[in-house]
């Protein structure tokens, strides 16, 4: 949907999409968000994506890199906003570059960790309920996907896509695919997550070093997207509940188990072809709802034409407004900000701070198998990721900094919050469904 249509959205509506969410999920806005955000924080930060070029537009850039490359190099050839594999290829002359534009050209990530002899990537669920202030879930298992022949580095094998290729949709159609009813069972062409991370445990790998990597891709990949997604938000929808989105995102591990990013889906497939598809996409479903939740509309919003303007939350009194706006610029303008000065942004909270805070805690108890990646105790550092600092960022990150280890006590101080604010500023703030 374009983003000015995001404005028929009623209140009481939620779409499974954000605004401007293509900026990762077409490739070619991938590649160049994440260069953009290695100019910005520097390579040691930003180095998991392989070298890329979009064409037409770097096809000299390309043609340098590709003469000071080796001689056997390879290349994968990628139509832009394209998904199940449909026209990817993978080349090792300048004269088999496809004529048609545009065009993404990656590095070829010619060493890939292998099991059983043949490569693989893995599908990650990653759910985002909110980027102002920013929500991210990643779902605790996944799915593994098996390219179908045993791989080769050979160039006579370049063609053979079910050598280099690991999409399902291209796979199936090999005699030689294997299906896999079994979530715990590594066998056949997909296997659950759980079931790799078993099985590199048994080899000696630390498998928890692997996702906690994956979790900082993950979120610095989200933050990529973060400006033109709150910018449109602002602009076309009414409240900030009636988006969410889930993104499948596939990575790759290299020979060193070092993961790498190759796409972002922003419609992932929820087909289920097989019971090991049921289990995993089924659980994971019911949790995404659950966690989704549903905001009663008000009555009036429930009346009013659909075009007309609804603002974010009912008005507070005129001193509430002017203190709330007060802090968030106090906060957001300090030139060197420290911890100690961070810190200080729990010591009063404003209706504002409770409505998002009691908002974060009620989701975060219907989390089911996703695990919240962000907001967390280590927030802060991802925080200079940011084009721009966000107020409700700064607030929840110290929140989860203060009460991670006993939420029973953030809890209890929330509610005591909201009941003082709940008698001076009536009608500003939500519910409160934590227990105390």
């Known amino acids: 949907m374009k983003s000015p249509s995001f404005r028929a959205i009623r209140e009481h509506q939620k779409l499974n999409h954000f605004p401007g969410s293509f900026q990762i999920g077409r490739k070619d806005r991938l590649w160049r968000n994440l260069l ?37 190099q390879k290349w994968i050839v990628k139509p832009p906003a394209s998904a199940r594999g449909i026209g990817i290829q993978v080349i090792h002359k300048w004269s088999q570059l496809p004529k048609r534009r545009p065009l993404l050209v990656q590095r070829y990530l010619h060493k890939p960790y292998l099991i059983g002899g043949k490569k693989f990537d893995l599908r990650i669920y990653v ?24 791989y080769s580095s050979s160039m006579k094998s370049l063609s053979n896509r079910f050598v280099h290729l690991t999409n399902y949709s291209v796979n199936k159609k090999n ?20 079931a790799l991370w078993s099985y590199l445990t048994q080899k000696g790998v630390n498998s928890e070093a692997i996702w906690e990597k994956i979790k900082d891709i993950v979120i610095k990949t989200i933050i990529a997207s973060e400006p ?22 596939d990575i790759m591990l290299d020979e060193n188990l070092k993961p790498w990013i190759l ?12 019971p090991l598809d049921v289990s995993i996409k089924g659980q994971m479903i019911r949790d995404l709802l659950n966690l989704a939740g549903f905001v009663l509309p008000s009555m009036d919003s429930m009346v009013s034409s659909p075009d007309s303007a609804l603002k974010e939350k009912p008005k507070a009194a005129p001193e509430h407004f002017i203190a709330e706006k007060m802090k968030k610029a106090y906060y957001l303008t300090q030139k060197i900000p420290d911890q100690d000065f961070y810190s200080s942004v ?48 700064i607030l929840v990150t110290q929140w989860e900094l203060k009460y991670y ?14 009941s003082h604010l709940t008698m001076h500023v009536k009608g500003v703030l939500p519910a409160f469904d934590q227990r105390c």
């Open 127 to 150: 759910y985002v309920t909110c980027y102002d202030p920013l929500r991210v879930y990643l779902f605790k298992d996944g799915l593994v996907r098996f390219a179908s022949c045993k």
């Open 36 to 72: 953009k955000m290695q100019a910005r924080c520097g390579k040691k930060e930003f180095n998991f994506f392989p070298q890329s070029f979009i064409l037409p537009q770097d096809i000299k850039l390309l043609r340098k890199a590709w003469e000071e490359g080796a001689s056997h």
């Open 405 to 418: 280890l006993n939420k029973h006590k953030g809890n209890c101080h929330l509610r005591a919050w909201h």
């Open 228 to 249: 033109y997604v709150n910018s449109l938000v602002k602009m076309y929808v009414r409240r900030p509940y009636c988006c969410h989105e889930l993104f499948g995102f």
């Open 263 to 274: 796409e972002v889906n922003i419609s992932p497939s929820l087909h289920s072809n097989s």
């Open 346 to 393: 729990l010591d009063i909270l404003t209706p504002d701070d409770v409505r998002i805070l009691v908002e974060t805690e009620d989701e975060y108890s219907r989390r089911g198998q996703f695990e919240r990646v962000f907001p967390t105790h280590i927030s802060m550092r991802y925080l200079r990721f940011f084009e721009q600092p966000r107020y409700f960022n």
């Open 175 to 194: 005699t030689e695919y294997k299906s896999n009813s079994d979530e715990t069972a590594c066998q056949g062409h997909k296997w659950a997550l759980k």
